[in-house]
């Protein structure tokens, strides 16, 4: 199986990047192919330009190919914290750039003009890790988890991905080295439960 693994976020030493490399680690040693994508390393720019907007423009290689890469995933996981209800803009970039008309989506022919979506994804399942320093009760009851919506109607339902699996690990500020332990843990079981050996 193919997994595309992407990464945003800029400390090296965050929680994000320790999951990350949980994550990775469980994809092989369970056989999977992975092509990973650590945004910030890699200085990924997510400002658009203007050339790329149309649905026919053509893109730069770099962004080409992790179109390819994400378009020919069986399965896809995402990892971020929650920065003010959304993924950090490094990633937001990512997703106008790269889940472009053509490689995620198309819009529908003959469809009055409303732009019904089609989604393009082969993928069968997606994970999205987050990290926050906000309460679940809060997030939920103040915030109304924005990022469920962002992940599950917003991006991969509309791409096409069926099945959508997303876990918040919180208050990371405030965690103890063995609930970061138990939260690894639980990301390789979420991992090997999605992503069997031989799928």
């Known amino acids: 199986m193919k997994v595309s693994l992407i990464l945003a976020h800029p400390d090296p030493r965050s929680f994000n990047h320790a999951i990350a490399g949980r994550v990775r680690a469980t994809l092989l040693a369970t056989g999977h192919d992975v092509s990973s994508h ?8 997510p400002v658009m330009p203007v050339a790329e907007i149309p ?28 920065w003010w209800g959304q993924p950090p803009a490094i ?48 997030e939920a009851d103040v915030f109304l988890d924005p990022l469920d919506k962002i992940w599950r109607n917003c991006v991969f339902g509309l791409c096409g991905v069926r099945t959508i699996h997303r876990r918040t690990f919180q208050i990371v500020v405030t965690s103890t080295p063995e609930q970061r332990r138990s939260w690894l843990d639980e990301v390789e079981a979420t991992v090997r439960r999605s992503f069997p050996p031989g799928a």
């Open 38 to 45: 650590d945004l910030c390393a890699e200085g990924f720019d």
């Open 91 to 138: 990633l937001t970039g990512w997703i106008d750039r790269v889940l472009r008309p053509g490689v995620a989506y198309r819009f529908r022919e003959g469809d009055g003009g409303e732009g019904v979506p089609e989604g393009l994804l082969r993928a069968r399942a997606a994970l999205v890790f987050n990290t926050a320093n906000t309460s679940a009760s809060r």
């Open 55 to 82: 649905s026919a423009a053509v893109p730069p290689v770099a962004i080409r190919r992790q179109g390819d890469e994400i378009r020919a995933a069986d399965g896809i996981v995402i990892v971020h914290p929650n």
